[in-house]
Nanobody
Framework: QVQLVESGGGLVQAGDSLRLSCAGS????????MGWFRQAPGKEREFVAA????????NYANSVKGRFTTTRDNSKNTVYLQMNSLKPEDTAVYYC????????????????WGQGTQVTVSS
């Protein structure tokens, strides 16, 4: 059983940056591919980014490519999402998740989820 805790969300203005962190515990963190998803009010949860167990392979949604970067530090059991040039449409609750797959984009392949952290971008 893996527990995930996100942090780093907040209220920022358009064009600002935020870095989200997701700390894992209770399992072998390095054996899991990690993903970031987000859910805006009234919308379905959508894929943001995913990183393989060793950090060498990464997927990004087209909507965030070039602005967001995900990395991981297995020595700290933590995955990060650096978000730059934030836009109002990035406003959502952001979740990290763990999967046995390498860098999956489908939320159904993720077994463990954090509680989410709110990101609000004002115009």
């Amino acid at each position: 059983q893996v527990q995930l805790v996100e942090s780093g969300g907040g209220l920022v203005q358009a064009g600002d940056s935020l870095r989200l962190s997701c700390a894992g515990s209770g399992g072998t963190f390095s054996s899991y591919g990690m993903g970031w998803f987000r859910q805006a009010p009234g919308k379905e949860r959508e894929f943001v980014a995913a990183i393989s167990q060793d950090g060498d392979n990464i997927n990004y949604a087209n909507s965030v490519k070039g602005r967001f970067t995900t990395t991981r530090d297995n020595s700290k059991n933590t995955v990060y999402l650096q978000m730059n040039s934030l836009k109002p449409e990035d406003t959502a609750v952001y979740y990290c998740a763990a999967s046995r797959m390498a860098f999956a984009t489908n939320s159904r392949t993720y077994d463990y989820w954090g509680q989410g952290t709110q990101v609000t971008v004002s115009s």
